[in-house]
């Protein structure tokens, strides 16, 4: 069985009041809710929590597999004062925070 890096990923969608910060494709997200820091990957269980004060830090995933193995797992860092995570049992994961 073959396991190629695109079907480790989980579609990823970061907003905040006035725009969206990132929509695409990620293999990890990390952020630091009211229970503590968590990271969600792909296939995660549902979830819905309040995010805490810190930094969402992402790992983009690239939709084009092994020839561009260079930029997958670009990381990405958004700084937050609060919001909410939501993670859906499609394999789809939602921030709307405040910056």
């Not at 630091?32 to 309040?50: A, Q």
């Not at 499609?90 to 925070?97: G, K, L, P, S, Y």
Request: glycine letters at 6%.
């Amino acid at each position: 069985m073959d396991i190629r890096i695109w079907d480790l990923v989980m579609k990823l969608s970061i907003y905040s009041l006035k725009n969206i910060l990132f929509q695409g494709e990620a293999s990890l997200l990390n952020c630091k809710t009211i229970m503590g820091e968590i990271t969600v990957l792909n296939n995660h269980e549902p979830l819905i929590t309040v995010l805490s004060a810190g930094v969402i830090r992402i790992k983009a995933a690239s939709p084009a597999g092994e020839a561009s193995l260079a930029q997958n797992g670009r990381e990405q860092f958004f700084p937050i004062k609060s919001g909410f995570l939501e993670v859906k049992s499609d394999n789809e994961v939602r921030c709307i925070i405040e910056q």
